[in-house]
């Protein structure tokens, strides 16, 4: 009887444990099954229209069949992501087959994000593919290109030529007297959107407005309030040379930029920035006093609403939705704009704002999704200032708060982890930051939360770093864990 008893124990215990497979994001759904199946198997494709996730998929492993089955071309490329890395696990364990077993898999969250900074320092094309190739193997399906910012302007604009002959230029960087210099033509940039979608990734474009615009204005001073005659910035901090509210050929400049940019980029999602905007030199001239009693805005916030509205104008011709960093002291938003949370401490005002004004937010909290704070204390010169984010905090964020699942449904787009680049200056630090962190944000964005635990995830770390370390990335070695 006894040897029964651990009979069966071998079965149902042992068997499935040792089967245990390394799959990131964690799939929704696993069952083992008895047996094995050889790695040389053929695969059987199978369109099945009842999936009803666009990006869901089912993987199943017989000991003489495995099927992938699918509703789209994304459910297809996420089953064989899955099926990649059982495969690279049996090889690095050297078995020659995978163990049987069936994975039903969906996505909670549409949009799971990364977002790269080539306005602080220019990545070369080829640097975005590979980052696209990597972060596309996790499920991760946006790619958020922040284009513009005080320190460079990185998109080819036709109508506007100085916008790179001028705005893509710096010779120097907080002293280092390095030269940073690079755009994207349009052409290289719709080589590289329709790259993105090969592999389920959509291009969002930023121009971040209306702060964060000194090399826009380096370029063609009329943009701002004085006609500002200024350099690109050379050192990191917040401008005060915004684009101005009161010129209407500031929002004809910023019409024609958008409707350049929306022939490069499908996607519907365009970020319109909106972050970290003094409005000094706003509250110092004249045609804005003139806007201002022409408009009837008696409070200065009042302009910055709108100037959105009339940017959303630019977008609504295009077919666009904005995407918003969201501030607080901003009164009114377009009612069609999609938000993101991204200050630190404001988690619990930004989720009551959402449901005062029906906004469906981007969660890309400081506290969680910086990937330009350290992973841990000393890790790296000049940033000690800056929290730190280890990967364990990535991985215990829950995007849906507190939310009942309908309001999570209503509020929660997705998340984000935001790479800024003051400090990232080429490919090798960009995933040194990214890895293995973006292992645990796209379990965030992909796996149910009674499916995820630190400890779980733990375990299955080591074979991914290996299936990194195979591909060249240069992760950080979470040292901590080692004990
Ligand atoms: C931001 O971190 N300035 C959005």
Known sequence: MKIYYIFLLLLFVVLPLSAQVNVIPQPNKIEYHKGSCPLKTPITYITDNSIPSKEGYELIVQPKKIILKFSSKAGKFYAEQTLAQLIFQAEQESKKVLPCLSIIDAPRFSYRALMIDPARHYWKVEDIKKYIDVMAQYKLNYLHLHLNDDQGWRIEIKKYPKLTEVGAKRTDFEGSKRNNEGYYTQEEMKNLVAYGLE??????????????????????????????????????????????????????????????????????YFHIGGDEAPMDKWQESKEVRTLKNKENLKDDSQLMSYFFEKVNTSLLKNGKQPLIWMELDVPVYPKNSIMYLWRINTTKQVLERAKKDNFKLICSPGEYAYFDYPQAKDDLPNVNWMPTLPLEKVLLFNPGFNLSKEEEKQYILGVEATLWGESVKDLFRAFYMTYPRALALSEVGWTQMPQRSWQAFVDRLEGQLSYLWHQGVNYRVPVELAN
């Open 199 to 268: 592999r389920n990734v959509q291009l969002v474009p930023e121009f971040d407005m209306p702060g964060h615009n000194d090399a826009t204005v380096a370029a063609y001073p009329f943009l701002s309030c004085n006609d500002t005659i200024i350099t690109v910035r050379t050192t990191s901090g917040v401008s005060k040379n915004l684009l101005c509210v009161g010129k209407e050929k500031v929002f004809s400049f910023i019409d024609d930029v958008i409707t350049e940019l929306s022939t490069i980029f499908p996607c519907t």
